[in-house]
């Protein structure tokens, strides 16, 4: 090859990588936040009214379950240009999509606690610490999500009735997407909801019987004009909360939350 045809060859390719480099970044910065209509649909198809999942169904339509995710991971939030209900419904359905796609590509498992490295070190090596989550250029794992793009930069308290973990006691998976424009009484009706449902929480004038999530978030949910959990709950119920009322956390049962998993209702 002549040096002449060395150059045209290298500038060519250069060019190309330029080019594919700078539609990468086109869409990485996009300022149209991406469409939750496919994650809708599979939700609606695949979750309950209870919130119980069928994994299985998810397995079967892992080409679409893939499509939405992939739209996710090209599409990241832009701080500057989207709303702060564009990023939260964009962050909530992400942690939730992912899960299902863990749960999915693990199927069948009895937890999802059973996901993971053979050798665990706590807090190191669980199953939410696994980087296998791509948004924009961040690779992720669902604590990630979970307390820096959900907890840290929103501080709002009923993220925790929205992001569901595939476990029995957490809140019910909603059958439908979170989207900006319902966000906030999505949010209100999954926190009112959580503390309703008495396999999770337990409320009487007197005594709560709560899940371990107040407990292990207290600083999330007592904060600014809220000074006890007491006070929190009593806002999402329409049961008369006594401010002295007796708390006792429940035992967090970390069963799946399938529809076929055994003592699921």
């Given at each position: 090859m002549t040096y002449l045809?060395?150059?045209?060859?290298?500038?060519?390719?250069v060019s190309s990588t330029s080019c594919a480099?700078?539609?990468?970044?086109?869409?990485?910065?996009?300022?149209?936040?991406?469409?939750?209509?496919?994650w809708d649909n599979l939700l609606e198809k695949h979750v309950d009214d209870e919130g119980f999942?069928?994994?299985?169904?998810?397995?079967?339509?892992?080409?679409l379950l893939n499509q939405y995710l992939e739209t996710l991971s090209l599409n990241p939030p832009s701080t500057n240009k989207w709303t702060r209900q564009e990023q939260m419904a964009f962050w909530i359905n992400a942690y939730n999509a992912f899960t299902v796609k863990l749960v999915a590509?693990?199927?069948?498992?009895q937890s999802i606690k059973d996901i993971g490295p053979m050798i665990r070190i706590p807090f190191v090596s669980t199953v939410w610490d696994i980087k296998f989550?791509?948004?924009?250029?961040?690779?992720?794992?669902?604590?990630n999500i979970e307390h820096s793009k959900l907890r840290k930069a929103f501080g709002d308290p009923r993220i925790h009735a929205a992001v569901v973990c595939a476990s029995y006691?957490?809140?019910?998976?909603?059958?439908?997407?979170?989207?900006?424009?319902?966000?906030?009484?999505?949010?209100?009706?999954?926190?009112?909801?959580?503390?309703?449902?008495?396999r999770k929480n337990r409320l009487s004038t007197s005594k709560l019987q709560l899940s371990k999530i107040f407990s292990w978030y207290n600083r999330d949910f007592v904060q600014e004009d809220i000074n006890t959990i007491q006070q929190y709950v009593s806002?999402?119920?329409?049961?008369?909360?006594?401010?002295?009322?007796?708390?006792?956390?429940?035992?967090?049962?970390?069963?799946?939350?399938g529809i076929a998993a055994p003592g699921n209702k």
């Amino acid at each position: 090859m002549t040096y002449l045809g060395y150059f045209l060859f290298l500038f060519t390719a250069v060019s190309s990588t330029s080019c594919a480099f700078s539609g990468s970044e086109k869409t990485i910065r996009s300022a149209v936040p991406p469409s939750h209509v496919i994650w809708d649909n599979l939700l609606e198809k695949h979750v309950d009214d209870e919130g119980f999942v069928n994994y299985m169904g998810f397995v079967q339509d892992s080409l679409l379950l893939n499509q939405y995710l992939e739209t996710l991971s090209l599409n990241p939030p832009s701080t500057n240009k989207w709303t702060r209900q564009e990023q939260m419904a964009f962050w909530i359905n992400a942690y939730n999509a992912f899960t299902v796609k863990l749960v999915a590509d693990n199927y069948p498992v009895q937890s999802i606690k059973d996901i993971g490295p053979m050798i665990r070190i706590p807090f190191v090596s669980t199953v939410w610490d696994i980087k296998f989550i791509r948004v924009g250029r961040e690779k992720l794992n669902l604590n990630n999500i979970e307390h820096s793009k959900l907890r840290k930069a929103f501080g709002d308290p009923r993220i925790h009735a929205a992001v569901v973990c595939a476990s029995y006691s957490c809140p019910r998976l909603l059958n439908a997407a979170y989207t900006a424009d319902h966000l906030d009484a999505q949010l209100d009706m999954m926190m009112r909801d959580f503390l309703a449902d008495e396999r999770k929480n337990r409320l009487s004038t007197s005594k709560l019987q709560l899940s371990k999530i107040f407990s292990w978030y207290n600083r999330d949910f007592v904060q600014e004009d809220i000074n006890t959990i007491q006070q929190y709950v009593s806002q999402y119920t329409d049961v008369p909360i006594d401010p002295d009322a007796e708390i006792e956390w429940l035992e967090y049962n970390w069963s799946l939350n399938g529809i076929a998993a055994p003592g699921n209702k």
